[in-house]
C-alpha cells in the first residue's frame, strides 16, 4: 500500500508546454508540500496545503500554481515551462495529529524540459 | 534566515564499522528535527523525528541526538552495512507557530557509502 504517491513518475517535455503532476496520500493527513530538488540535490519547499487552504507558498514563478481538490490531494500545474523548471519534484504529507508534522514523501517527478 | 549545514558532504568506510553524521543549524529556534535517507533516483523516507525538547531518538542501529542550544545534530549508526548506502539528509523547521511547523529546511546531505 503506497502511502504517498506522485503521477507521472517521469515527465519530458517541450519548452513553453505546460503540464501537472499530481499527488495522493492515504495517510490521513490533512497537510501536504510540494518541494523541488534541483541538480545539485538541495531541496526546497515550494507550497503546502492545510485542509485545501494554501498556507506556505515561497518564491516561486506564477507560472506554477498549486491545487488542492481535497486533502488527500494535491496537484502541481506548471505553465510555460522552462529549461530551469527541469528537476524533481516531490510531494509529501504531514499531520499534526497523526504524525507530530512528521513528513512522508512520495517517490518523486523527475521533469527534464528540453 | 535558517540555514543547515551537513558534514561530511560524503563517506565512504567499511562494512561493520559505526559512524556519526553531523548536521548543524543556525538559528535554534526549531520546532523538531527529522532525519531522512534518500536512496538514488528514490523519495525520502522519515528515519528518526527528535522534537525540540527531546535530547535523543533511537530506530534499531540509528540514534539520533539533539542538542538545540549548540545547533548541533547527530546521527549515528552502528555496526553500518552495505544497505545503509544513501544520501542522508537532515532538516527542521521553525518554531514559529502553526503552519511554519511543516516548512523545512534541508541540509545538502552526506553520501555515505558502506562497502562489504
Known amino acids: 500500500d503506497t502511502a504517498v504517491s506522485q503521477t507521472p513518475k517521469y515527465l519530458v517535455t517541450q519548452m513553453g508546454n505546460d503540464k501537472s503532476i499530481k499527488c495522493e496520500q492515504n495517510?490521513?493527513?490533512?497537510?501536504m508540500y510540494w518541494y523541488k530538488q534541483d541538480s545539485k540535490k538541495f531541496l526546497k519547499i515550494m507550497f503546502s496545503?492545510?485542509?485545501?487552504?494554501?498556507?506556505i507558498n515561497e518564491t516561486v514563478p506564477n507560472r506554477f500554481s498549486p491545487k488542492s481538490p481535497d486533502k488527500a490531494h494535491l496537484n502541481l500545474h506548471i505553465n510555460s515551462l522552462e529549461l530551469g523548471d527541469s528537476a524533481v519534484y516531490f510531494c509529501a504529507s504531514s499531520s499534526r495529529l497523526v504524525s507530530s508534522y512528521e513528513q512522508y514523501f512520495g517517490p518523486g517527478t523527475r521533469l527534464t524540459v528540453t | 534566515k535558517q540555514e543547515v549545514t551537513q558534514i561530511p558532504a560524503a563517506l565512504s568506510v567499511p562494512e561493520g564499522e559505526n559512524l556519526v553524521l553531523n548536521c548543524s543549524f543556525t538559528?535554534?529556534?526549531?520546532?523538531?528535527l527529522q532525519w531522512f535517507r534518500q536512496d538514488p533516483g528514490k523519495g525520502l523516507t522519515s528515519l528518526l523525528l527528535i522534537q525540540s525538547s527531546q535530547r535523543e531518538q533511537t530506530s534499531g542501529r540509528l540514534n539520533a541526538s539533539l542538542d538545540k542550544s549548540s545547533g548541533r545534530s547527530t546521527l549515528y549508526i552502528a555496526a553500518s552495512q552495505p544497505g545503509d548506502s544513501a544520501t542522508y539528509l537532515c532538516?527542521?523547521?521553525?518554531?514559529?507557530?502553526?503552519?511554519?511547523?511543516?516548512?523545512?529546511?534541508f541540509g545538502q546531505g552526506t553520501i555515505l557509502t558502506v562497502h562489504p
Open positions: 532538516a527542521v523547521p521553525p518554531n514559529a507557530g502553526g503552519t511554519s511547523y511543516g516548512k523545512l529546511t
Open positions: 496545503y492545510n485542509n485545501k487552504e494554501l498556507i
Open positions: 538559528d535554534s529556534a526549531i520546532y523538531n
Open positions: 495517510l490521513g493527513h490533512d497537510t
